[in-house]
Structure formats: C-alpha cells, structure tokens
C-alpha cells in the first residue's frame, strides 16, 4: 500500500498487480469503487450518480499537464494521429536552392577540388590526365546551369499520398491506477 488512490503507473510487466485496476479504459460503477470515483470523478468519462470509466492509456504517448499551454491545460485531453499524409496543402512552404557546375574545358581546372565542401559543388567529372585522379567539384559556380524539375520538385497534385509513421520511438509499459492505497489529501 504504498501508492495513492488515482496515482497511475507504468508497470514493466504484463500483469495487474493487486490494488490496482489497468487503465484500458474500462467502466465501473460508483459503488464498486468509491474512493478511486471521489479523487477522478467523470475525468475520463462515465455517468453521473451511476458509473465512471478510467482512463485508457494503451497504445498512447503520455503528456503531461501544462496550464500555460492552451491544448495541454485539460486532464485527459486526447489527440494527434499514428500516421499522417504530406500533401501540398500540408506541407510548409519552401523552395531548393541548388546549385551546380557544368565543365566544358579544361581552363576550368583552376577551380577543380577533390572534396566537398560548403563553397564547393558537384560538377560533372574531369580527369587531370593518364593515371591521374578525376575531380568531381568545383569552388566556383554557374548560376544558368538548370535542374530537371521532377528532381527538385513536388507535384501537389499527386493524389493517393502513403501516410507515414508518426510514432515516437516507445518501450511497451502497462499501465494501472491504484484503487488500494493512501487516499491523497490536498496539502498532505
């Protein structure tokens, strides 16, 4: 009996233990569980004078409660979504400033590099001679060189977007509610 009436707490295995409930969203009635209804009352829903429901945490990410955050501010407030599409109408605007190089002559060799770099970009090989290393960058940059389209854009047209995953990374907990406990006072 060391917990408090409508604490809850993740457990690390996969059974209830005794003096506590799972918060899988169940419904119990008033009398069967006075002292668990008198600290949460209809928090996570139920019928008023006849039955309460405890919350249901399974298969969720907890938050917790921030006054100072409008969204954030409510006991038991429930949102967000496992997967999510990224349509047009979605996504954040923006554009891809790319540049890049084209080499058409040797008298270009003065600004080959052999490594990337933040003032260095990608061009299309030359090699230095017989036996010799072929360079791939440039430090200078031509500012007419044009990109397909289909490579730096998006079609917000494309209709049948896959959603993906929108799940943080998580470790599988069970989580309970004490019914049997020490019933919290306010201030002790």
């Known amino acids: 009996m060391d917990g408090f009436i409508g604490e809850i707490r993740a457990f690390a295995m996969d059974y209830v233990p005794t003096g506590w409930l799972p ?36 298969g969720i990410t907890l938050l917790g409660k921030n006054p100072a955050v409008s969204g954030y501010n409510v006991v038991g407030a429930t949102g967000g979504a496992d997967t999510v599409a990224l349509t047009g109408s979605t996504m954040a605007a923006h554009n891809h400033q790319l540049k890049g190089v084209t080499r058409t002559g040797a008298g ?42 289909q490579a730096i854009s998006y079609n917000r047209l494309t209709p049948n977007v896959t959603p993906h995953s929108n799940v943080s990374p998580y470790l599988a907990l069970n989580y309970c509610i004490c019914v049997e406990g020490y019933f919290p006072v306010n201030g002790n």
């Not at 169940?26 to 919350?55: D, E, M, R, W």
């Open 108 to 149: 270009q060799t003065t600004a080959a590099q052999s490594q990337p770099g933040p003032t260095v970009y990608l061009t299309n090989a030359y090699a230095l001679g017989t036996s010799k290393g072929v360079i791939a960058y440039s430090s200078t940059v031509d500012t007419n060189v044009q990109l397909a389209p």
């Open 23 to 58: 918060c899988n969203g169940a419904t119990y009635t008033i009398i069967s569980q006075q002292a668990l209804y008198a600290v949460i009352g209809l928090y996570y829903g139920g019928t008023a004078g006849q039955n309460f429901k405890v919350p249901d945490l399974r």
